[in-house]
């Protein structure tokens, strides 16, 4: 209990904060949202309840916060990956493939979206964030899409029910990773880049 | 209060059963497979628990019992479809909007089999279910393609790999439905028919 007293008196705020949410994250993912309490992930913490509220106004604030940093790992990995001189086609295929590595963050992300949104609380800002991050999935998915097919890179398909289409294929991949208990989640997405490749693909003149 | 109790007294086995079944639907729906107890749905349902447990096993075998008619319903939806004479393409789509008119019910069945399988709890024979379903999805779907392309309605696709896709599209719609808030079943099943019938079927002769 020493050791465990003396490093958190170590914590600078931001490390403590981090230590919060990913504490969050795994009591979130483990058990349902709205079974978690602040005290229980104080208790996990080992600190406060007083201590989370001064850094989270409330559980909906740091469901927000987790939300988030999911959102953002995930376009961080696809902007750090090499996507300069690619053409449309090829950034849509690494744009799925980047979903592989950080795939258990995801699942996470999907299940507490999921949990959130059948539950009866409803948090305006919430809300908005999973709104925000489809309809940005959606505009990304539009605008390869588009720039695909001026570019003579795909079929003219339908722009918009086709991005719907893999948006959806992507979220049954993670789903069912979770539901079905299978690990197919690096095969399925290649599965989805073959058939992105494949039929919507012009064959290479 | 005497009105309950009369209308209690006069329910047969098989009509309590099916309250007890369709009280413990809801509440996993509402609330989360793990936060709900026997006790919950006796008192849901105004019994005493013991009553439940002369039906049922323990919360496992309602569990199952609700996931096995759920699935019974979506298999009964097609069976009672017109679907002689139909042609294996024909005969897919179908398939597919079956789903329409039964989401309501498949959107509870998915978010039930995902907080059971997120959870830690482990039956053997739930998960036997779960697997069976899919497995029979999987084989449906195969057959159906396998006998499409032989018939010359599909293109020779690699047929293992579009069924999985498809089934992961349909998963990935009920999912959406859920944790998007946005209510485009119709819609997006109607899509997934679009693709069926479109990049993977060869033009009528």
Redesign the interface.
């Known amino acids: 209990m020493v050791a465990v007293k003396k490093s958190r008196t170590r914590l600078d705020p931001a490390t403590r904060a981090d230590l919060i949410l990913s504490t969050a994250l795994r009591l979130f993912?483990?058990?349902?949202y709205?079974?978690v309490s602040v005290r229980d992930i104080a208790e996990a913490c080992d600190i406060n309840a007083a201590l989370i509220y001064y850094y989270f106004e409330n559980k909906d604030a740091l469901l927000r916060q987790v939300l988030a940093q999911a959102i953002g790992q995930l376009q961080a990995s696809y902007d750090a990956s090499e996507r300069h001189a690619l053409n449309p086609a090829q950034e849509l295929t690494l744009w799925l493939k980047v979903h592989v590595p950080i795939a258990p963050m995801i699942i996470r992300m999907?299940?507490i979206?999921?949990?959130y949104?059948?539950s009866?609380i409803r948090d305006a800002e919430t809300?908005q964030l999973?709104?925000e991050f489809?309809a940005r999935e959606q505009d990304f998915l539009e605008t390869c899409l588009r720039r695909g097919i001026a570019g003579g890179f795909f079929h003219p398909v339908d722009v918009a029910?086709t991005a719907?289409?893999i948006?959806?294929?992507?979220?049954?991949?993670f789903?069912?990773s979770?539901?079905?208990?299978d690990e197919r989640i690096a095969q399925?997405i290649e599965?989805?880049c073959?058939?992105v490749e494949g039929?919507?693909r012009i064959p290479r003149r």
Chains 1, 2 share one sequence.
Do not use: F, W
């Not at 993912?29 to 349902?32: A, D, M, N, S, Y």
């Open positions: 993912e483990e058990q349902h709205t079974a999907v299940k979206m999921a949990d949104s059948a009866s809300d999973i709104l489809y029910s719907r289409a948006s959806l294929q992507l979220d049954g991949i789903y069912a979770q539901a079905r208990g399925d599965n989805l073959a058939i039929p919507l």
